[in-house]
Nanobody
Framework: QVQLVESGGGLVQAGGSLRLSCAASGSIFSINHMGWYRQAPGKQRELVARITNGAVTKYADSVKGRFTISRDSAKNTVYLQMNSLKPEDTAVYYC??????????????WGQGTQVTVSS
């Protein structure tokens, strides 16, 4: 099993910054990508940013230029630096890890979620 432990959420004023961290441990074999999703009340979970094992990144259009994802492969940890936060960034942020398992194929794992609240 894989465990994802998130930290760094909280309450911040619009225009402020937060940094989320997610440390993965357990049965990690061949990571394809790690990333962050978010879910606001009444909305579907959406991709925020992800980074592949080869350091290729992908961002939601709404966060491009404001958020930066990075990864420490040696520590199996992914970070999300969030700058110029807006009230519409308010959501529960979930860490995701995708890896390939020889026995069963692609597998997704999720953290417990961390609340980010941006006040206007």
């Amino acid at each position: 099993q894989v465990q994802l432990v998130e930290s760094g959420g909280g309450l911040v004023q619009a225009g402020g910054s937060l940094r989320l961290s997610c440390a993965a441990s357990g049965s990690i074999f061949s990571i394809n990508h790690m990333g962050w999703y978010r879910q606001a009340p009444g909305k579907q979970r959406e991709l925020v940013a992800r980074i592949t094992n080869g350091a290729v990144t992908k961002y939601a259009d709404s966060v491009k230029g404001r958020f930066t994802i990075s990864r420490d492969s040696a520590k199996n940890t992914v970070y999300l630096q969030m700058n110029s936060l807006k009230p519409e960034d308010t959501a529960v942020y979930y860490c995701n890890l995708n890896q390939f398992l020889v026995a069963s194929g692609w597998a997704d794992y999720w953290g417990q979620g961390t609340q980010v609240t941006v006040s206007s």
